[in-house]
């Protein structure tokens, strides 16, 4: 393995476990209780878990729209400095509601800081790469995606909520930024196979 090298691909990470637990169990399980002990019923146990799981499904809930919008990106952001300390020259780079992606094509390396583990840079040989394709629909959106290590990332190149042709302007602009994405990937993993060989 080349330094610094991440041995297994984590799309998700302790710290997103830790969120979850959090506002899904923690903060909804306070709320509850200061409910049930200020009401004139008193404490109940049957009460008080009835209103821990409402208010755990609704703080989960937020929580992932919030991701969904990339609202962990102050998270990511403060991650992605740490990349220029990286013994490799990662001259193209994406950032989506997934994450982050860098390419090295010239060395044949990626690294990736996803959205669901945002305190680790993860760093990969080419090689590591599987199937990378365009993905564009009006109905779906386009995107690129490829798989490391047989897990899928999407990387959508318009985020939009309303149907955008891939023929108009805009849709065009989307689909093209996401060939050339694929085209980097491969020529990376070519070149990660080619250094392998020597």
């Given at each position: 393995m080349k330094p610094h090298e991440t041995e297994k691909f984590q799309r998700v990470g302790s710290f997103f476990y830790l969120l979850l637990l959090i506002c899904g169990v923690g903060i909804p399980a306070?709320?509850?209780?200061?409910?049930?002990?200020?009401?004139?019923?008193?404490?109940?146990?049957d009460i008080f878990l009835g209103?821990?799981?409402?208010f755990a499904i609704i703080a989960l809930f937020i929580l992932l729209l919030l991701i969904s919008w990339g609202n962990f990106s102050f998270f990511v952001k403060r991650?992605?400095?740490?990349?220029?300390?990286?013994?490799?020259q990662f001259n193209s780079s994406f950032q989506s509601?997934?994450?982050?992606?860098?390419?090295?094509?010239?060395n044949g390396m990626i690294a990736f800081i996803s959205t669901y583990n945002p305190?680790?840079?993860?760093?990969?040989?080419?090689s590591r790469i599987g199937k990378a394709e365009t993905l564009a629909s009006a109905f779906?959106?386009?995107r690129f995606v490829?798989?490391?290590d047989g897990k899928k990332i999407s990387m959508p190149t318009l985020i939009t909520n309303k149907m955008v042709s891939t023929k108009s302007g805009i849709g065009a602009e989307a689909v093209s930024k996401a060939d050339t994405f694929v085209e980097l990937?491969?020529?990376?993993?070519q070149n990660a196979g080619m250094g392998a060989g020597r």
């Amino acid at each position: 393995m080349k330094p610094h090298e991440t041995e297994k691909f984590q799309r998700v990470g302790s710290f997103f476990y830790l969120l979850l637990l959090i506002c899904g169990v923690g903060i909804p399980a306070i709320i509850s209780l200061i409910g049930s002990l200020t009401s004139d019923i008193g404490f109940r146990i049957d009460i008080f878990l009835g209103m821990t799981i409402v208010f755990a499904i609704i703080a989960l809930f937020i929580l992932l729209l919030l991701i969904s919008w990339g609202n962990f990106s102050f998270f990511v952001k403060r991650t992605a400095k740490g990349i220029g300390a990286l013994p490799y020259q990662f001259n193209s780079s994406f950032q989506s509601r997934g994450g982050n992606l860098y390419i090295d094509v010239e060395n044949g390396m990626i690294a990736f800081i996803s959205t669901y583990n945002p305190l680790k840079i993860q760093v990969f040989n080419a090689s590591r790469i599987g199937k990378a394709e365009t993905l564009a629909s009006a109905f779906t959106g386009i995107r690129f995606v490829f798989y490391l290590d047989g897990k899928k990332i999407s990387m959508p190149t318009l985020i939009t909520n309303k149907m955008v042709s891939t023929k108009s302007g805009i849709g065009a602009e989307a689909v093209s930024k996401a060939d050339t994405f694929v085209e980097l990937l491969l020529a990376a993993k070519q070149n990660a196979g080619m250094g392998a060989g020597r």
